[in-house]
Structure formats: structure tokens, C-alpha cells
């Protein structure tokens, strides 16, 4: 199991989005998503990194994609945002049976859910306006064919992850998951930060998640 030491940084406080952005990209813990855990049906790999730190308040990520053959068909958040290029995470405090999930396509649509199972869950419908996201894409061509690389900046503040008003993040331990995926992409991939040993595909599995320890 994987463990990031995720760094409390005062990020809050800068003015520009693109300041906040670079202070996470110099001082946030960095975790390669790189794990391709069904090789034999879905063997397409990308460089995908995912950096973290918070303020107390917040939990900053800005993930990296490099080199996609990019899809972006959903618009409305709550839709199927994994078919297209998508970036997530899921998480669970300690002493919870119960997960979260945040999953973001390379538009910044956002689907966001409580879940008991992968079958069962709600919205987190009251949240979601809180999380604060920002992506980028520069188009590219290598030999005859059309690239992309991306990023996503997301803001996601604590209530949404299940803490009140009351708690801190500093200090905090969550089991996590950092995955990229394309399901209907034109190549399908299904990659991870902590290993998955499953014959399918399928990112609702807390027992294979890594563990994020907050300063």
C-alpha cells in the first residue's frame, strides 16, 4: 500500500488562480498514477501525475495527463464523466465503512457521491457548487495524429469530504485512490496510484486504497 504525506501549505491566501496553482505544483506531495492494473484488455499507459496539499480548510490536487487521444462528450455535471478523458479520486476517513467519490472530465464536469457500495450512493448534490475546478489543454500533433496534454486544478474543502465546520484537515488520515480513466476513449484505460488486484475493472474497491497522512 502507497502512503502520501500530503504538505499544509497556505494556498488560500494567494490572489491568482495560477499563483495558487504553481505553489502546489513546487510544494505539493506528487503520486504517479501508473498502475495498470488490467493489462491483458486495457494495456494503454499515460504519464499522469496528481499533486496534493492542503490549508487546514481545503484539499488542493492538480493532476498532470500527458499525451492523450482526448474524449469530452459530457457537459452537466452528475453524467457519465468517466467515458470521457477523467481524472479522480476517491476517498474514506478512518473508522468509516463509507467512501466519496470525485470524478472530473478533462471540461471540469464533476461527478461527486457518498457511497455505501458501487451500487449505492447518493449525490452529494449540496456540495458539489463548493468544489472550485480548473483545467487547461494544449493540442499537439506527434507524426500524423492529434495530442493532448492536460491538467485539472480542483479545490475540494472539507465538508465535502465529510468533515464538519468544527474539524481540521491538519492531521488528518484518509484511505485513498488517485485513478485516470477513459472508458470510452478511443483508447480505453482504467489507471490507478495504488494497485488493484481484480479480474475487472472497477475503482469502488476501498480495500485497495493507499493511505493520504495530512500534516
Not at 490549508?55 to 459530457?74: C, F, K, P, Q, S
Not at 478512518?94 to 471540469?108: A, P, Q, S
Not at 506527434?142 to 465538508?159: A, C, F, H
Request: aromatic share 12%; net charge negative; glycine share 6%.
Amino acid at each position: 500500500m502507497r502512503t502520501l504525506h500530503v504538505p499544509k501549505q497556505n494556498i488560500a491566501c494567494l490572489e491568482t488562480i495560477f499563483d495558487k496553482i504553481k505553489m502546489l505544483h513546487e510544494t505539493g506531495a506528487k503520486a504517479p498514477i501508473d498502475q495498470v492494473n488490467w493489462r491483458a484488455d486495457f494495456p494503454k499507459s499515460l504519464p499522469v501525475t496528481v499533486r496534493a496539499a492542503h490549508d487546514g480548510e481545503t484539499l488542493y490536487l492538480y493532476y498532470t495527463v500527458i499525451g492523450e487521444a482526448i474524449r469530452a462528450a459530457n457537459t452537466e455535471d452528475f453524467g457519465p464523466v468517466w467515458e470521457d478523458s477523467c481524472v479522480e479520486f476517491f476517498m474514506q476517513r478512518e473508522n468509516e465503512t463509507g467512501y466519496r467519490n470525485f470524478e472530473c472530465n478533462i471540461l471540469g464536469v464533476l461527478l461527486s457521491r457518498r457511497h455505501e457500495s458501487r451500487e449505492k450512493g447518493e449525490r452529494q448534490t449540496h456540495e458539489l457548487p463548493s468544489i472550485f475546478r480548473f483545467g487547461t489543454i494544449c493540442h499537439r500533433y506527434e507524426k500524423d495524429r492529434q495530442m493532448s496534454d492536460w491538467t485539472m486544478y480542483l479545490e475540494i474543502p472539507k465538508n465535502a469530504l465529510g468533515f464538519d465546520m468544527y474539524e481540521s484537515l491538519s492531521g488528518q488520515r484518509m484511505r485513498a485512490n488517485f485513478y485516470k480513466c477513459g472508458d470510452k476513449t478511443v483508447e480505453p484505460h482504467f489507471l490507478s496510484w495504488n494497485p488493484i488486484d481484480l479480474p475487472k475493472p472497477n475503482f469502488h474497491v476501498p480495500q485497495f486504497f493507499g493511505l493520504l497522512e495530512l500534516e
